[in-house]
């Protein structure tokens, strides 16, 4: 089946088995494998990309039915310099070890910043409570988000 969407501010058209869904979608036939996928169940957020503003689990959607939309991979929004501040933040903490949920975890700390630019730690690890993390503990992601937020909202002053 023909899907058209933009992706990352491009237009693109390729086909897609009816049932492949999004995150198979971008990475097969685009090529864009910072999408990662875990559970493929809707669980663990390894596979979190942006469809129409608001982040979504790319492995429950499917690739025919986004079509039409506009998707954000984090190739996109890393490419923007929208998150360039959150990831030198996760580095610097060490928020990552293998690096496999980091992507979804980038997409899912934006959206929480976007909608909250000062949250406190619990509103932090409530917000992050659907991405999964086999390495790290959580403790340093959610230092590097906390240090993001006072960053930013210092830098807003
Ligand atoms: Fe989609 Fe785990 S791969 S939520
Ligand atoms: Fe390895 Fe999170 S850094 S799963």
Redesign the pocket.
Known sequence: MEVALTVNGEAVTAQAPPRQHL?DFLREQLGLTGTH???????????TVRLDGDIV????VLAVQASGGVVETIEGVSDTGEIADLQAAFEARNALQCGYCTPGMLLTAQELLAANPRPDRDAIRDHMSGNYCRCTGYHAIVDAVDATARQRSEGAR
């Open positions: 995150a996928i875990g559970c493929e169940h809707g669980v663990c957020g390894a596979c689990r790319g492995c429950l």
